[in-house]
């Protein structure tokens, strides 16, 4: 086998182990995630709701990060297949996506067009996240420290711990961390229709190929043993501040009044 193989299927395996380490973290499967699904908080409304409102903090700015990103790829091919997915993330969808939405019960017309974060606005929306609502919450501490340091580990660092950060901490991994909240709004939200909850349907659906992006070009990066280390330290950190946030939420719903 020559260098260049071996050096290629180290790289394949180191990023596989990277993303199966991902996907059993405290922070993809943490227990108030569960809870959630379950009901077990005192007020799920108000659970789901503070959650939620506390996400949008961080995932509002979920462009803002993928710019940074595609900013430190200094591969024209990486930086383009990176604005593809940033494509995506701003409402355009490609034929073949729309046919893949179509089979999941997804239309076209709600997604079509409508930035992700819109989207996500969409729902806050249809679960009484409103003006009053805005003006007597604000955002968690936990949560604007999450937006902040993410946001530094896509525009201040290297580039192969920004793949580590937003592909192999993130992009690999949200369809597992939405699964529960879904399983929450079917239970205890009933009323709330596909097209308002969209955006968690769309990301549980999709994401994968965005995150089959991000692992490739991760595999390119994880050649050399520096962007190995670089890699594995984005994830890890993207991974316990997301953890970190979940523990606060889980704290806050336990304080709540019984509903």
């Known amino acids: ?3 260049n193989s071996t050096e ?9 182990e990277l993303c199966s380490r991902a996907e059993n973290h405290r922070a993809v499967k943490h227990p108030y995630l569960q809870r959630l699904a379950n009901g077990d908080v005192p007020n799920i409304l108000g659970a789901i709701q503070d959650l939620t409102f506390q996400y949008h903090a961080y995932s509002d700015d979920f462009i803002r ?5 595609i900013s430190l790829m200094k591969d024209r091919e990486h ?37 992700h ?31 902040d340091m993410f946001y530094n580990l896509c525009s201040k660092g290297e580039a192969a711990q920004a793949l580590g950060a937003i592909g ?7 369809k597992f961390v939405y699964q529960p909240i879904l ?14 909850r969209v955006f968690f349907d769309l990301h ?28 594995k330290e984005g994830m890890l950190m993207a991974l316990s501040i997301r953890e970190a946030f979940f523990d606060s939420m889980e704290r806050r719903a336990d304080t709540m009044a019984t509903a």
């Open 1 to 3: 086998m020559s260098n």
């Open 8 to 16: 290629l299927e180290t790289a394949k395996q180191f990023v596989k």
């Open 65 to 69: 990060y993928l710019t940074a990103t």
């Open 79 to 115: 930086r383009k297949e990176l604005l593809k997915n940033l494509t995506e993330e701003t409402g355009q969808v490609s034929p073949e996506d729309a046919e893949e939405l179509k089979k999941i019960g997804i239309e076209l017309e709600w997604v079509n067009g409508i930035a």
């Open 117 to 147: 974060p819109r989207l996500f606005i969409r729902f806050l929306d249809a679960i009484g996240i409103d003006d009053k609502y805005r003006n007597e919450h604000s955002y968690a501490e936990e949560a604007l420290i999450w937006r």
């Open 168 to 174: 192999l901490g993130t992009e690999n991994v949200v």
């Open 183 to 196: 399983q929450a709004i079917d239970r205890y939200l009933p009323n709330i229709s596909r097209k308002d």
């Open 204 to 231: 549980a659906a999709l994401d994968d190929e965005h995150g089959e992006v991000l692992t490739d070009i991760a595999i390119e990066y994880a050649k050399t043993e520096e962007n190995r280390l670089r890699l």
